[in-house]
């Protein structure tokens, strides 16, 4: 007996809804498939064409997943995305950047490690924060029942902002200075100082709502 | 043999077929989709992904209501039944295929022989 669970859940690994809501749909969805199965078995088909028989319920899983999320979502996709995910991530964001300019204002000095010419700094006082910001966005978002994957991207939304910051940038100084070696070096470390380390402090607060709860 | 209504045709005809079923009994979509395909001598056919969406809309509506049930064979179901909202919708729905079906037999006769 194929295990129709997996199977719907793995196809409608994209739906954007609150949890119980995608929990029920899985559920209906799959007791559907089972039973169109077991109604063509009953009437002497092999388990494979019966198999087959059932998935032609569904040509097109990616419509059949935006289909149900406009008829589920309560108030809209966007508004469900904006709860779950951009309304912590911008908070997370905030909180972090304005921890970083307090620490800046009140003159603390980073830790560095010099590598060369570059160097790897600790803004102990700022990454010691960070936690708390990761811990709030990811919170924020397990509220709104947003799935893991959105919480875990909402608490992790500074360190998100500055990779892709960097990302845009390092194509540029490419084009400008031409390619070095010491250019990936120092990008390499920019990964390590904004993203590498902001992300580890921010995860460590947003590993107790990285659980999935029903 | 019935010739199986095109999928356009059947969807929009869908609200009503439903609400019909469910002023009889409540049912669960795959007994919806069964007595549908029975009903209707294989003319009118929902599949799963025709079938939820509109249940689902109709649910966000307030016309059905679905809720789990424990089954004795081992798999619960999601039973719908009719709210009064959709109740009050099933007569006016009737009347409006009624009128379609009056209008189209005037344009293109398509009545019964």
Same mark, same amino acid.
């Given at each position: 007996m194929p295990d129709w669970n997996q199977i719907v859940?793995?196809?409608?690994?994209?739906?954007?809804?609150?949890?119980?809501?995608?929990?029920?749909?899985?559920?209906?969805l799959a007791a559907h498939l089972e039973e169109t199965y077991e109604n063509s078995r009953a009437k002497g088909l092999p388990a494979q064409a019966a198999f087959e028989r059932s998935m032609q319920e569904v040509d097109d899983w990616r419509a059949l997943t935006r289909e149900i999320r406009r008829t589920k979502s309560e108030d809209g996709l966007m508004n469900y995305r904006t709860k779950t995910l951009w309304l912590p991530a911008?908070?997370?964001?905030?909180?972090? *950047?304005? *921890?970083?300019?307090?620490?800046?204002?009140?003159?603390?000095? &980073?830790?560095i490690v010099w590598v060369g010419h570059d160097a790897i700094w600790f803004y102990w006082p700022w990454l010691a924060t960070l936690p708390i910001f990761g811990a709030v966005g990811a919170c924020l978002s397990q509220r709104a029942q947003g799935p893991t994957a959105v919480r875990l991207a909402a608490g992790l939304s500074p360190a998100l902002t500055m990779l892709t910051v960097m990302s845009l940038v390092l194509p540029f100084g490419v084009a400008i200075d031409g390619f070095h070696f010491f250019q990936l070096v120092s990008f390499g470390l920019g990964l390590v100082?904004?993203?590498?380390? &902001?992300?580890?402090?921010?995860?460590v607060g947003e590993l107790p709502f990285l659980r999935s709860t029903t | 043999m019935t010739k199986r209504i095109r999928s356009k045709i059947a969807r929009g005809s869908g609200e009503l077929a439903i609400l019909s079923l469910l002023a009889e009994e409540r049912l669960y979509g795959f007994e919806i989709a069964r007595q549908i395909g029975e009903r209707t001598g294989g003319a009118l056919q929902f599949t799963l992904a025709s079938l939820y969406p509109l249940l689902y809309e109709m649910e966000k509506k307030g016309w059905v209501d679905g809720r789990w049930q424990p089954n004795q064979a081992g798999?619960?179901?999601?039973?719908?039944?009719?709210?009064?909202?959709?109740?009050?919708?099933?007569?006016?729905?009737?009347a409006e295929w009624k009128s379609f079906f009056v209008a189209l037999d005037a344009l293109a006769g398509v009545s019964h022989a």
């Amino acid at each position: 007996m194929p295990d129709w669970n997996q199977i719907v859940r793995e196809r409608l690994a994209a739906i954007t809804l609150k949890i119980a809501d995608r929990e029920d749909v899985c559920a209906e969805l799959a007791a559907h498939l089972e039973e169109t199965y077991e109604n063509s078995r009953a009437k002497g088909l092999p388990a494979q064409a019966a198999f087959e028989r059932s998935m032609q319920e569904v040509d097109d899983w990616r419509a059949l997943t935006r289909e149900i999320r406009r008829t589920k979502s309560e108030d809209g996709l966007m508004n469900y995305r904006t709860k779950t995910l951009w309304l912590p991530a911008l908070v997370t964001f905030l909180g972090a *950047s304005v *921890s970083l300019m307090l620490c800046q204002f009140f003159g603390t000095q &980073p830790r560095i490690v010099w590598v060369g010419h570059d160097a790897i700094w600790f803004y102990w006082p700022w990454l010691a924060t960070l936690p708390i910001f990761g811990a709030v966005g990811a919170c924020l978002s397990q509220r709104a029942q947003g799935p893991t994957a959105v919480r875990l991207a909402a608490g992790l939304s500074p360190a998100l902002t500055m990779l892709t910051v960097m990302s845009l940038v390092l194509p540029f100084g490419v084009a400008i200075d031409g390619f070095h070696f010491f250019q990936l070096v120092s990008f390499g470390l920019g990964l390590v100082n904004w993203v590498a380390i &902001p992300a580890f402090a921010l995860l460590v607060g947003e590993l107790p709502f990285l659980r999935s709860t029903t | 043999m019935t010739k199986r209504i095109r999928s356009k045709i059947a969807r929009g005809s869908g609200e009503l077929a439903i609400l019909s079923l469910l002023a009889e009994e409540r049912l669960y979509g795959f007994e919806i989709a069964r007595q549908i395909g029975e009903r209707t001598g294989g003319a009118l056919q929902f599949t799963l992904a025709s079938l939820y969406p509109l249940l689902y809309e109709m649910e966000k509506k307030g016309w059905v209501d679905g809720r789990w049930q424990p089954n004795q064979a081992g798999r619960d179901r999601r039973y719908y039944s009719l709210t009064a909202a959709g109740r009050r919708q099933l007569a006016p729905l009737r009347a409006e295929w009624k009128s379609f079906f009056v209008a189209l037999d005037a344009l293109a006769g398509v009545s019964h022989a």
